[in-house]
């Protein structure tokens, strides 16, 4: 029986007692097939936790009489929490023999019936071969969402995306792009991608002013960027630009919101934000630059980018695939202006944000000024912003995963 129409009929027990035969039909009739999430999840600081978080959140509002979605959170040696109710399994990415005993329970949970794996490569680099066996043992239909997708692979890496393709019944991509170099450079079918945009919130949009009051920032031209930090996100270009706005609007101020990310404090230190604290100093711009030094919850920082007056996004990685950080701040109504990653190239046109070269303070600045003296072109980026990211929100993605779960159910 295809599941799609069990959703559309909400003939819930029927699918079960077909599906689940481990367990009597008492039992059954009493619960929902689930699909499980495997990721990183809070309180675990990450962007793929807030990814993971957001998205189950409005699949569990759309779908809660059809499916009960549970998480299996990603941990390691070094990082390991408490997690809420939803969470059903924990894996030690570290631990070969997790994997062992992680598939054994998916199999025999008669619960389950789809398998969502969030995948990064950084996430199981020090178990790859442990995490292709765990794919082949698992005896449920696999859905994988793909973060990251690099170009121009080489043998090794061609081989290992094929080989996770092949193992799933359907794979989710968030930048057309990215399903273009699965079947160009992967040789991966396009009847197997589902291109699924990064996620948005439906903001109730708040007074500028009120916050800006609210945050003791009134009379301040507000520059933003969020997320937690590290040398990629090369925010030394921004304050390298700085002294340039300054001299023409002495209001702005910069701010730098998140803090070093966890991984990168294990092995640097807080390095990166101390150098960047240096150059503030050597530059003189002690007045127009704050550190908002925390990983703030989702309403905090939905004001904050709603006070924003313009938001940058300057990554140096040109095969980052994808950004929620900038789709957060596009949504909250902020012009943007990025560097040309994948995501921000499809996002941005058309009059949606400003596109600078990477590493490129002097355009920076000359992009920055210019919105900030032209108010109707910043208003036309929000105006065009808000209507490209409508279709993108949170609730939308209930219909993107039905069109998923038809492919493989």
């Known amino acids: 029986m295809d599941i799609l129409n069990v959703f559309e009929s909400g003939n819930m027990d029927t699918w079960i007692s077909t599906n689940d035969t481990n367990r009597s039909d008492t039992v059954a009739s009493r619960m929902l097939p689930e699909i499980l999430v495997i990721t990183t999840y809070p309180p675990r600081e990450c962007g793929i936790a807030t990814y993971s978080r957001d998205l189950i959140a409005a699949l569990d ?24 109710d939803n969470v059903k399994y924990t894996l030690n990415t570290a631990d070969a023999s997790d994997f062992e005993i992680l598939a054994d329970n998916i199999n025999n949970d008669g619960a389950i019936s789809i398998v969502m794996i969030q995948h990064e490569f950084g996430l199981f680099r020090n178990n790859e071969a442990a995490f292709y066996e765990f794919l082949n043992a698992i005896n449920k239909p696999i859905l994988l969402v793909f973060h990251t997708i690099l170009p121009n692979p080489d043998e090794r890496l061609k081989v290992s995306v ?11 991509v968030m930048t057309k792009s990215s399903a273009e170099l699965l079947t160009a450079a992967y040789g991966i079918s396009p009847e197997k991608i589902n291109v699924i945009p990064h996620g948005t919130h439906l903001v109730p949009h708040a007074d500028k002013l009120f916050l800006k009051h609210k945050y003791q920032l009134t009379g301040r031209k507000v520059l933003s960027t969020f ?37 990168i404090v294990k092995h640097d230190g807080g390095a990166y934000r101390d150098m960047l604290m240096a150059k503030v100093n050597t530059l003189g711009l002690g007045n127009h630059v704050r550190f908002i030094n925390h990983f703030l919850p ?92 409508a279709s993108t929100a949170w609730e939308m993605q209930l219909l993107h995963t039905r069109c998923c779960l038809s492919n493989i159910a």
Not at 69 to 82: K, N, R
Not at 162 to 169: H, I, K, L, P, W
């Open 162 to 172: 094929s080989q996770m393709a092949e193992v799933a019944q359907g794979i989710i």
């Open 227 to 263: 997320g937690l930090l590290s040398a990629g996100k090369s925010i030394e270009t921004t304050l390298e630009a700085l002294p340039a706005i300054v001299e023409k609007d002495k209001s702005v101020l910069f701010l730098i919101i998140g803090k070093t990310h966890p991984t």
């Open 298 to 389: 989702l309403p905090e920082l939905l004001e904050y980018l709603q006070l924003t007056d313009i938001y940058l996004f300057t990554s140096k990685d040109p095969h980052q695939a994808v950004s929620g950080t900038f789709a957060y701040a596009i949504s909250c109504g902020c012009p943007i202006i990025s560097t040309p990653i994948p995501h921000a190239l499809e996002v941005l046109g058309n009059d949606t944000g400003i596109i600078i070269d990477f590493n490129n303070a002097l355009q920076l600045a000359g992009a920055v000024n210019l919105l900030l003296t032209d108010e109707v072109k910043r208003k036309n980026l929000i105006s065009n912003g808000l209507h490209r990211m």
């Open 61 to 84: 509002n759309g779908f809660e009489n059809s499916f009960r979605i549970q998480v299996c959170a990603l941990e390691s040696d070094t990082e390991q929490y408490f997690y809420p």
